[in-house]
């Protein structure tokens, strides 16, 4: 049976296992949760590139004890030469998904490592900086194992990536790396040491920056030096509702944080009492479907939407929504599809301190351009825009729609729940089947994670928006959903497409609990 891991001096949760190793490393030498994130944020960009990076963008729930949670949005902007004609004078019909024209928004991760410390700064933090990036510098340098996940990726996405500025010198210089070969990355490991030394900001308004954006500029990019310079990560209140077990907490527009927030609160009125029977699964699916398609048609920049995205989550909208899911019959589908690849992190220390971060580069390996020679991989998040009217129609200085969403929550019974996954699309389906079985239904933190799970819509490249079910879910499980209507692919028992979730929590009497998902290479490590 498996069992989440606790320990009472702080933990955290990570995707690979030196990530979290790095961050539990600041709190055994006393640092705090934030500082401890910064760490394992820093370790994974380095350890696990396919999935982020630095080039890429973050978003971060942080939950002080005895205040109510911040947010932090850290995702940037469209170029200033990024325009409908840039991308029609080059013979575009649409924004392309790889390439110089797709690294066309800034990078927000390390302006909100920035922020971040800010806050750790003002609870007492005073880690240095350069320790915080000790461990990524190091293992850039002396190189790491080449996960099964990478390899997998780096092959399948090989026709799309080698020709990319700097791919395949940074990360296959001898063709697509075979699993464990030793991928050493001296370039990055550089600038992470210069930004130690000369402090975050550097990276939009310093020497960083400004080989960062002679990189992109002679690539073929449209982010120019004062695109990075005009940066600035910001501290925001989350979107949150008001649940029979606690009160939820996500992040706003432009990410589809809603989406997440919403689906918990229309399952909360179901009235579904058993976890993992047909009620369980399609009454959270019927709620997917709910929440996406409000988010498909409004969710964007969020100074352009022209409402209130928390109206969703008042009792009218939520009521009447919740009539409309039949508990019997499956909605009609597909809708379009959000895909996006990320990785999630969460930590807690022993004051109470609680993190939930995601971090980001959208794709697999985002646009595969490597900006110059400082081994920094782009993200190509811009690629959600469009080139026509519409709530992510693309312009200069727009944020992009995001699929990122890191969860927190405040629970009736006293714990503070951070939780996440990567996963594009998937993110706020596998939330609410982590959430619902844990805290809802009761089933130890692990087993919820582990626990077979679905996915409905298109994700990693497939063109298939149908219902996706690990095939260990029940087969009379299974057999009912596709009597209800639902389109049921079944696929592989431990699909990585299910994504990597994680979960941190910090219980009232001082114990810290977390768990790792088995689909990916992750661990928690405790101080």
């Known amino acids: ?5 606790t320990c009472t001096g702080g933990m955290v949760s990570a995707p690979h296992h030196l990530a979290a190793q790095a961050g539990a490393g600041i709190l055994r030498e006393g640092g705090n949760a934030i500082e401890a994130m910064v760490a394992a944020a820093a370790a994974i960009a380095v350890v696990y ?10 978003f971060w729930l942080i939950a002080e004890p005895g205040r109510e949670p911040v947010a932090i949005r850290a995702c940037g ?10 991308y029609t004078d080059h013979g575009d019909t649409a924004i392309p998904t790889r390439g110089p024209r797709a690294a066309l928004t800034v990078a927000g991760a390390i302006g909100g490592w920035d922020e971040a410390l800010r806050h750790a700064r003002a609870a007492g933090g005073r880690m240095p900086l350069a320790r915080l990036l000790a461990d990524a510098i190091g293992h850039a340098r002396a190189g790491v194992p080449v996960t099964e996940s990478q390899a997998a990726l780096t092959a399948s996405k090989w026709s799309e990536l080698s020709a990319q500025p700097g791919f395949a010198a940074t990360y296959a210089p001898a063709g697509p790396p075979a699993l464990h070969a030793i991928l050493r990355q001296g370039a990055l490991a550089a600038t992470l040491a210069y930004l130690a030394e000369a402090g975050l900001d550097d990276f939009y308004r310093g020497d960083v920056a400004r080989a960062l954006a002679t990189g992109l500029e002679c690539a073929g990019s449209p982010l120019r030096l004062d695109d990075l310079a005009a940066f600035r990560a910001r501290t925001l209140a989350p979107l949150g509702v008001q649940l029979r077990s606690g009160r939820v907490y996500n992040l706003p527009p432009p990410t589809q944080g809603v989406s997440s927030l919403m689906i918990l609160a229309l399952f909360d009125r179901l009235g579904v009492t058993r976890a993992d029977g047909h009620a369980h699964v399609h009454g959270l699916v019927e ?28 009792e009218p909208v939520l009521a009447r929504e919740a009539a409309s899911i039949d508990m019997a019959r499956a909605a009609p589908w597909p809708h379009p599809a959000r895909p996006g690849d990320t990785v999630w992190l969460g930590a807690a220390d022993r004051e109470g301190r609680v993190v939930s971060y995601i971090q980001s580069i959208f794709w697999e390996f985002g646009s595969g ?16 825009f469009t080139l026509e009217e519409g709530p992510n129609a693309l312009a200069p200085g727009r944020l992009p729609f995001h699929t990122l969403n890191p969860a927190l929550a405040r629970l009736a019974d006293g714990r503070t729940l951070a939780y996440g996954t990567m996963g594009g699309e998937g993110q706020p389906q596998t939330q609410a089947a982590l959430f619902t079985r844990h805290v809802l239904y009761g089933q130890d933190m692990q087993a919820a994670i582990d626990a077979p799970r679905w996915l409905l819509g298109r ?18 499980v299974v057999e009912q959903l596709v009597r ?9 028992d431990w699909e990585d497409m299910m994504g990597h979730a994680g979960a941190v929590a910090f219980h009232p009497g001082g114990v810290i609990e977390a768990a790792t998902d088995p689909r990916a290479d992750g661990a928690c490590a405790g101080a």
């Open 1 to 5: 049976m498996p069992r989440s891991r």
């Open 49 to 58: 590139p396919h999935m982020n990076g630095i080039g890429g963008d973050g």
């Open 77 to 86: 902007p469209a170029a200033g030469l990024a325009n409908a004609r840039f």
């Open 287 to 314: 709620a997917t479907k709910r929440a996406f398609i409000l988010r498909n048609a409004h969710v964007g920049d969020p100074g352009r939407m022209p409402f209130d995205p928390a109206d969703w989550l008042r």
């Open 369 to 384: 351009v490597v900006a110059g020679d400082t081994g920094v991989l782009w993200q190509n998040r811009g690629a959600s």
């Open 459 to 476: 994700t990693w490249g497939a063109a298939s928006t149908n219902l996706k079910v690990e095939a260990r879910m029940a087969p009379d």
């Open 484 to 492: 209800g209507g639902h389109d049921v692919e079944l696929v592989g």
